[in-house]
Every structure is written in structure tokens, then in C-alpha cells.
């Protein structure tokens, strides 16, 4: 007897490992209609990832035209005295973003990153532009500090980029505006 | 024991797949990777694998902002819209590899391959991002399964890399080399190999699956074994601890050293991916040496799990076996009766669930469960409510086949969702299109009325006069061109004075007359002739701020007159990229729909093909009990021992 339930439980367990095996066949094998949907699947995306570059282009161009663009960037350098929560902007006296970062995008700005935190419009003359950034500064304090920019838009466009890095002879997170041409 | 052997072999054959890098842990975007076998540690596009730039164009940091949130897709479309409008210029090359790279990680090889050879054709590459270039090219063939060609461009790398990437070079050579059965290559390519502590760990790992499938077990073993008794708490190391484990236990029960493949199973994760495997293997090493009793502990433990488990299922006839073994019928038969009845519920299960996949339920509890969640969607899975639809989704995405089907159907309703959202804002765009040009047409009288009372020819004109008079004065020195209006009136008066006395030359009562208008004369003149150098700086400073003013009224004028002219043209070029566009997304979305509907149904066979072999086991399995206690019952009445 016990032959023979060695002979019945034995294979069972063969089974098991021979519908592993089976299944990993059809995983590298796939079938000829499986292989056209993937392409068709791999081709629409292609299609939108180009038609999506063509559609932002055409808002670009259609909402924030050249002569009046204005684009604000805010980057950050080390970190070490700043852990970033959100940064606010108003142009003019009026609030045009508030910003509320995740820890995926504050990764991402201290990896090197440079965020394109609004993109509006502006007329050519004399403005001025507050940024606020709040976060955490050293010993977890809770943090705020703001810096102000007196812009002169001229026409074509204009790029500001707000710029966050450690001062490490006062031990304190400095913010810089730099204004590109 | 020649049955076990192939029990051995087979899952042996399915472990002794070459293991290579990793994503990020938690990293939720899709991976290149080969027909998967076994472990996989291969580093989608790393974002630590980029070089350290200096921005020299905002915008290519807002790609790499975009790239390092792990929002590929979104850093791919601002990559390609900021190219083409000619940002990206100073970082062309890096931009153009990071490209490849986005192609690559969202799956479309074919154009991660062409963008990675053209920037090896070009001559001008600098070798830096060649070495990359040759590397993601070898990526992106080992992931579409060309080996050969992966390990030619693998090896064009001139040693540029960084560790991490050089690391990974390393494995995806020898990955590949495995994959074609060139183990001795492999294991050539591993040998020695060190790196950084996570890469020596997985060399380690493929060089002693290599070493085994070489036929060199001894090394093969003494390699997994390393693997198998890592100190580690890192997550993934621990993973592919317990699959070393694994591979080595049941490598050692084929070798016929059973104590020392359940020491090697023992090590294996009570709760990991792998405990099922190990429980039913560790019971195996038992029973070859003999220890049925012994075996039953594992067994017992694994038979208290989730039937759909494949090892489970087992378990509930190696119980009984191991209870016949013992000579304890009455349990055995018991077990095999408990078996029956567990198969049977079971199937009557997975045809609910069946019937569940084809009214299509399947799909929407499968995105529910992932969506927002991708990085931890196997411990979100656990919480599903037990509805035949989700029963067995747990069990269903663990497959390789089914969870990239998925990954496809779920990226397909992301298309969709965009295309559903460009269609609104495109309705939008023509609403304000539509707007402005009425707007336009509102304010072009008034405008027009303004532009017309503008002349400025005029305008240039006067001013150019002014010019002129003023340097005809400068020339002459000519006081009396800058004089004050007083001292014009002066001056005429005395022109009055001289002509009323040139009326009465010789005549001797007007000479005191005459002295006094010389004097008044000598007194204007050196009056005027000790300002004229103050008045001249005056008049060229007033003649600069009148071109200023000229300028600005001029080009504020040009200005106006090219925006009433090039607002309409504007406005109508944009609506021709509105009306081309729009055709485009409803296209679009229309075969996207389809194609989800047929990936779908894809989806839907996949699963219900695998329930189907599921239920077929459990046939297999139920009609294996049934004969055995048909046998034993046999057996007792004939009095056979």
C-alpha cells in the first residue's frame, strides 16, 4: 500500500511543478494575436505621447503667447537646512499659486529637478513678485520665509527661478531669485 | 525517488532562472525586463543612474523634475514639446538619452531602440553618453528578448559607467548568457565578480544557479548557501534570501541530502512569498529521511492556508500520505475525505468566479484594488471583500502574464482619460477662440479710429525739423535760435527799435536813442553767447528724450497696427491647430476604447484559462483522494497489509 501512495501522491506534487514551468512557457511565448495587441497597444501610446506634445505646444502658444509669457521655476540645492512643504505666489499683490509638495516631488527638486510652478501671462512693464516658502527649517522648526523680485517684462518671454540652498556658513537655507533671459 | 527527482528538477528548472537588477523598492513604473523566469533585479531607467548636470535651460529641469517624480509620461511629453520648440539645445545629447530612457520605461522599445542607435550613429557623441547609449540599447534588446544583439551592445561599453549601472551591465550579460543556456559562460562572466553589496548579491545568486545547472553542484551550492545566510534587513535582499533558500533546498533534496535541504528550507520566511514552497518541501526533506511524523509539522501548518495556493492544495494530499505512511488509516482516510470536500467547494468557487470574469466584474475590481496604489497593491489585495470576481485576484496578479496585461489595460484607461480631458479642453480652446475674435471684432472701430488720428510720418517729420534747426543753430552758433520766448520779445523789439532809428539816420537827437538800443543789444548778445553752452547741452538732452519718445510712439504704434493685423491672422492659424487637432484625440480615443475592450477580453481569458487550470488540478487532485481511500478501504477488506 504504502508503494502505491507514494505513486499517487508523487505525481500530484509533478503537477505543481510542471504547471510552474508550463505557465512561464506561455509567458515567453506569447501568441500571435497577444503580440498584435501589445503593438497596437505600444503603437497608440506613441501616438498619444505625440499627440500630447502637439496639444501642449498649441495651449502654450494659445493661453500664455511669448510676448506676454511668464514662467516661474523653483529649484533646490542640498537641502540640508529645508525640508519644503509648499511655496506660494503672488504677483502684483495677488495670489497666482499655492503650491503643496509631496515627498516624491521634494525628492525630485533635491535630485535636481526644476519644477515649473506657474506659467501665466503678464503685461510688459514694472511688476513685482512675492514668493513664500514654507517647510521646516533646522531642529524642525516650523519655517517661513519670503522673497520679492521687481520685474521689468519686456516683450518676449521671461523665466524667474526661485532657488532654494543651504547657506552653510550661517547654517541656515538661503532663497535666491535669478531672472533668465 | 526517481518521481521526486523530477519533482527536483522541474522546480529547479523553474528557480534556476537568472535573477538581475532592481527598481527602486516601491517603484511602480514598468520594468524592462525578459520573459520573467525567477527573481528579477533590473533597474528600470534609475533616476539615480543619471549623470549630475548643471541646468543650462530651466526647462530641461522641469523634464527631470517631472523624470525624478517618476511621472514618465508626463516628462516625456514635456521633453518632446520642449525640443521641439528649441529649450532643450543645451543639454541636446543628455536630453536625447533621457528620452530613450522614457521610451524605454513606458514600454516602447521600438522607439527607445531607434532613439539609442541614432545617437550611436552620430559620430559626434561624446563616449560618456555612448557608453550609456550602448547600455540602454542593450536594455532595451535583452528586454525584448534578443539576447545575442543585447550582449553585443552590453559589451560595447568602454567602461564609462557608473558602478550601478556597470553592476547591472554585468548581470544583464550574464542574465542573458543564462537565458540561451550558455552556463559556462555565465558562469565565466560571474565568477569573482564583485560590486556593490545588493549586485554581489544577486551575482552571487545567478552564479550559483548557473554552477548548478552546469552540472557543478558542489560550487553551485556553497554559492546559494552565501545567498541563503545573508544578515540583512533590507526587503529585497531578504526576498531573494529566501528564494536562494529555496533553490538550494530543493536543489539538495535532488542531490539526495534531504537534512540538509530542510536546514537550507528552514532558513525560507514563514510569511514570505516563498513559505508555501519551503513548508512543502521541508516536509518532502522529511519523508526522504524517513520522519513521516516530522514531515506532517510542515505539511499540517501548510494544509491550515489558502487553498488557492498550489502548495497548499498539495499539502492536502501529502497529510494523508504521510498519515498512511504512519499507518494511521483513520486520519488518513479522514484527510483524504477533507481533501475531497475542500477540492470540491473550492471549484464550485472558482465557476462562480468564472461566471463573475466573463459578466466582466473582473477588471473593475482589479483596478479598484491597484489604482493609487501601485507600488503596494498586493497588501491592499489582502483587504478585498471575498466576492467571486476579486476571490482569486491576489492569486491572478502574482502571474507575470496577467499582471502586464494589466499593466496594459490600466495604461490604456489612463490614455483615455487623457484624451477624455484634451477633448474638453479642446471645446474649450474653440469657445475662447471664438471669444476673443468677437471681442476683436468689438474693439477694432474705436481701435481704428485711434490708429487713423495717428500720423506718424507727421510725428517724424516735426521731429526731424527740430533736428535740423538745432543743428543748423549748433553750426552757426546761432544764440539767438536757443533763446528764451523774453528774450525773443527782446529781440524783436530791438528789430523795431533799429528800423524806426534807421528812419531817422543823421539825425543827431536820436543818437542817445541809438546808444541805448547798442547797449541793450551788447547786453542780450553777451547774455545769450554766456548761456549758449548750457542751452545747447539742454537742447541735445531735449532733442534725445524727443527721440525716445518718438521711438517708443513709433514702435507702440508698429505695435498696435501688426497686432491689428496679426491678431486675426493669430487667432486663425491657432483655430487651423485646433480643427487638425481635434479630429486627432477623437481618433484616437476611439481606438483606444477598442483596443482596451480587446485587452479586456485578453485579460479576461488569461484569467479565466488560469481558473480553469486551477480547477483541472483540483479534478486531478480530487479523483487522486478518492482512488486512495477507494484503495485503502480495498485494502482493509482484503486484509492486505
Redesign the interface.
Known sequence: ??A??????????????????R??E???QPTPE?SA??A???G???????????????????LF?ASTQI?V?V?MDVGTFFDLDSVQIRIDGKEVSNYLY?A??R???L??????IWLGNMKAGEHELVAFFTGQGTHERDYKRGTTLAIDKGVGAK?V?LRISDRLRKLQPEFVVKV?E | MASRLNIVLAVLAAWAAPVAGSATAGDSVPVATAPELGAARINTLDPAGLPAVKIQDLHYGDVLFHFYARDHFEALVRLSAYREQRHLNPHARDAELLRGGLYLSLGQHREARETFERLLADTTTPAQVRDRAWFYLGKVLYATGHFDQSERALRAVSGGLQIELESERRLLIAQGLMYRGQFDAAIAELDGWQGPDNWTAYGRFNLGVALVRANRAERGHAMLEQVGLLRTTDSELRSLRDKANLALGYALLQAGQPAAARTALDRVRLEGPQANKALLGAGWADAAGGDYQQALVPWVELHGRDLLDAAVQESYLAVPYAYAELSAIGQAVGYYEQAIEAYDAERIRIEESIAAIRSGRLLTAALAADRGAQSDWFAQLTSLPDAPESRYLYHLLAGHEFQEGLKSYRSLESMAQNLDGWSTSLGAFSDMLGTRASAFAGKLPEADRRLAMVDVADINRRRDDLRAQLEAALRDRDTTALATEAERQWLAMLAGVDAELAAHAGDASFDEAREKARLTRGVLTWNLDAVWKTRVWQAQRAMRELDAVVYDARTRHAGAVKARKGTPERAAALSVRVDAVSPRVTGLAVRVAATKEAQGRRLADIAINELEEQRRRLDEYSVQARYAIATIYDRASSGAP
Open positions: 500500500m504504502r502505491w501512495i507514494k505513486a499517487t501522491a508523487v505525481p500530484a506534487i509533478m503537477l505543481l511543478a510542471l504547471a510552474t514551468s505557465a512561464e506561455q509567458a515567453e497577444r495587441l501589445d497596437e497597444v505600444q497608440l501610446r506613441r501616438e498619444v505621447v505625440d499627440l500630447n506634445r502637439d496639444l501642449f505646444m498649441l495651449e502654450e502658444d494659445l503667447p514662467a521655476f529649484s509631496t516624491r516631488e525628492e525630485a527638486l535630485r535636481g529637478g526644476v519644477q515649473r523665466y527661478e533668465w
